[in-house]
């Protein structure tokens, strides 16, 4: 059984930075990709984008892509979600979650949250 945490959260401006981090409690974390996903309120949950077991592959969604960089440190159990130059439109409830792959499909393990808020 594997648990994630999402942590990092929090308010920024338009034009900053704010670095998500996903943290594993299992014995296999580094065994499975990871994607980030976020839902704003009011919408469907979406795939921000993921990266593979070992941290070779990643990919993003064309929202979030040449501004957010996903990676990993299997060592820490952890991936992060860099996210620069946001937008207000990237205001939402950003998760983690564990899966076979890395792109949209099928995840197992799903982390609580956190608040991401970008101000104009």
């Known amino acids: 059984q594997e648990e994630v945490a999402e942590s990092g959260g929090g308010l920024v401006q338009a034009g900053g930075s704010l670095r998500l981090s996903c943290v594993g409690s299992?014995?296999?974390?580094?065994?499975?990709?990871t994607g980030w996903f976020r839902q704003a309120p009011g919408k469907e949950r979406e795939y921000v984008g993921g990266?593979?077991?070992?941290?070779?592959?990643?990919y993003y969604a064309v929202s979030v892509k040449g501004r957010f960089t996903i990676s990993r440190d299997n060592a820490k159990n952890t991936v992060y979600l860099q996210m620069d130059r946001v937008k207000p439109e990237d205001t939402a409830v950003y998760y983690c979650?564990?899966?076979?792959?890395?792109?949209?499909?099928?995840?197992?393990?799903w982390g609580q949250g956190t608040q991401v808020t970008v101000s104009s």
């Open positions: 299992g014995r296999t974390f580094s065994s499975y990709a």
């Open positions: 979650a564990l899966g076979s792959t890395y792109r949209r499909g099928q995840y197992d393990y």
């Open positions: 990266i593979s077991w070992d941290g070779v592959s990643t």
